[in-house]
């Protein structure tokens, strides 16, 4: 089967490229390289792989790039709500026009199924703070970046349900841990480097919950819905990450301290934050069996150890960002 990654050298993606590899899928990364290719140097010359740069918004390159693929994990996009406020038009213009060309010119071109990134944040606040959402709770995003993300699932699994393609939706958690293209804008990532390097962390509204997935683990289950029965995923959306694994702000830093010595937390009181909610996993657990390999922890561990061995440079360099 032969794979086409969009985003192929992102923080997802990247990692996604390497683990299709490792169970010998054809890879075909589509990138346009907006923070640069270093994460794919190491599989250039693997003979199972093949890059092509390019934007989703461009129809050549889209049609280029769909050559003889099977099946489309898409993941480019604008990424994380401070980069599509900051770039709207550009985001628009990715997240929708790019994505419903794409996955049009999939269809047309034979593409067997199309598994779509996209976000825990559209359920944006809780109704019931004591409660958890599950994929039938109402969708309320509060940013253009979940906006679009609700929009275009919306198109595959509805308006185009009856579409040839099998397409599902996977609404990520908040991504954390090391990728060939780390990122320190990410909260886990950003607290842990902030506890190293500065030694201190302040938290605005300690008591706001988010769900937390490894990267790896993300990545995970999009090798899981490629290689998952179609009647089990045709049309359908799955939270991805672990129950267990809501953390409010408070808990998170809570786990910094706890392996990085000497933090010093500074408490910034803040009572309203549009995003607010804890996310129930077990519908992808019981119905495709899927469940995590890396806790929270793991990940804080990681970028620590990262960032004591000096070989990042300058953790808060623009190009670990991704505003």
């Not at 769909?66 to 099946?71: M, Q, R």
């Not at 699994?157 to 090391?178: E, H, M, P």
């Not at 790896?216 to 049309?235: F, H, I, T």
């Not at 549009?274 to 390999?293: A, S």
Request: glycine share 6%; net charge negative; with cysteine.
């Amino acid at each position: 089967m032969r794979v086409l990654v969009t985003g192929g050298a992102g923080y997802i993606g990247s990692v996604l490229v390497r683990q299709l590899l490792d169970k010998n899928y054809q890879v075909r990364a589509f990138d346009s390289l907006k923070f640069g290719g270093e994460a794919l140097y190491d599989v250039m010359l693997h003979p199972n792989f093949e890059f092509i740069k390019g934007d989703v918004r461009n129809a050549a390159e889209v049609a280029e790039a769909l050559k003889d693929v099977d099946a489309i994990a898409h993941l480019a996009a604008i990424v994380g709500d401070p980069a599509c406020k900051k770039f709207s038009d550009e985001a628009r213009e990715t997240n929708w026009d790019g994505s419903v060309a794409l996955f049009d010119a999939a269809e047309k071109a034979g593409v067997k199924k199309f598994v779509f990134a996209s976000t825990c944040s559209n359920y944006g606040k809780m109704p019931d703070p004591d409660s958890f959402v599950v994929e039938t709770s109402e969708l309320n995003p509060v940013s253009l970046y979940a906006e679009l993300k609700v929009k275009f699932e919306d198109y595959i699994l509805q308006q185009r349900k009856d579409a040839n393609i099998c397409a599902t939706a996977l609404r990520f958690s908040t991504v954390y841990g090391f990728s060939p293209r780390i990122r320190f804008d990410l909260t886990v990532n950003e607290f842990t480097r902030n506890a190293t390097i500065n030694g201190k962390q302040e938290i605005w509204g300690a008591q706001f919950w988010r769900p937390y997935c490894h990267v790896e683990d993300l990545a995970r289950a999009v090798v899981l819905v490629l290689e998952s029965p179609e009647e089990k995923v045709k049309a359908n959306v799955f939270n991805v990450g672990s129950t267990e694994e809501n953390y409010n702000k408070g808990m998170l830093i809570e786990a910094v301290c706890a392996i990085v010595p000497n933090t010093e937390v500074n408490y910034v009181e803040m009572n309203e934050d549009p995003r607010d909610y804890r996310v129930n996993f077990d519908k992808i657990k019981n119905e495709l069996g899927y469940t995590i390999t890396k806790t929270v922890p793991d990940g804080i561990k990681e970028i620590y150890k990262l960032l004591k061995t000096g070989v990042v440079t300058d953790p808060f360099e623009k190009r670990f960002s991704n505003i």
